[in-house]
């Protein structure tokens, strides 16, 4: 029950920012130069000991594909409420994708952590190719990815 409750107050923060005070958050993603085609990526939320909250996007439009986002699709099995309306084209090698959402005041500085999965068809799948807590300090500054993504930031 607790946990039900937690899911619902986070989802209503993100989804209902009209009845939380809530800000645009930019979130910039710059793919690392790699060979192959573009990179399948999925920017969701978790709580501090990384239990899945939210999706936040989805790049890379075949489905098919999803299940190569390991940690993601493994609390979500990519369940159709999950992606709906928030899904956007592969990102390739060397490009950069700019994604921008409302996101409640109430997740800063209270555990929450942006995490990215990546996955590159012939390459490796990467769980966590970035994991950022959610916290002001971080704002604005440039967090390293594991393999397929150079370099992420969140205004």
Same mark, same amino acid.
């Given at each position: 029950?607790? @946990?039900?409750l ?6 209503s923060? &993100? ?5 939380? &005070?809530a800000? =645009?958050i ?8 790699y +060979? ?5 990526l999925v920017?969701y &939320?978790?709580?501090s000991k990384?239990?899945y ?5 989805v790049? !890379?439009?075949k @489905?098919k594909y ?5 940690s993601?699709? #493994?609390? =979500?099995?990519?369940a159709a409420?999950?992606i709906? !309306?928030?899904?956007?084209a592969s990102? !390739? @090698?060397g +490009?950069?994708?700019?994604? %921008? ?5 109430a997740?800063?500085?209270?555990g929450?952590?942006?995490?990215i999965?990546? @996955?590159?068809?012939d /390459?490796?799948?990467?769980?966590h190719?970035v994991?950022v807590?959610?916290? %002001?300090?971080?704002? /604005?500054?440039?967090?390293s990815g #594991? +393999?397929?993504i150079k #370099?992420? =930031?969140? +205004?």
């Amino acid at each position: 029950m607790k @946990s039900l409750l937690t899911t619902l107050a986070l989802t209503s923060a &993100i989804i209902l920012p009209g009845t939380v &005070i809530a800000k =645009t958050i930019t979130l910039t993603t710059e793919m690392a130069n790699y +060979r192959g085609p573009g990179a399948y990526l999925v920017i969701y &939320i978790t709580d501090s000991k990384g239990v899945y909250q939210d999706t936040v996007w989805v790049s !890379g439009g075949k @489905s098919k594909y999803y299940g190569h986002l390991v940690s993601w699709y #493994r609390a =979500t099995g990519a369940a159709a409420a999950e992606i709906n !309306g928030i899904t956007g084209a592969s990102v !390739g @090698s060397g +490009r950069t994708m700019t994604v %921008s959402f409302d996101l409640s005041d109430a997740l800063f500085d209270a555990g929450y952590q942006l995490r990215i999965d990546t @996955s590159v068809e012939d /390459g490796r799948d990467v769980a966590h190719d970035v994991v950022v807590p959610l916290t %002001s300090d971080k704002l /604005g500054k440039d967090i390293s990815g #594991r +393999r397929y993504i150079k #370099r992420f =930031t969140f +205004r």
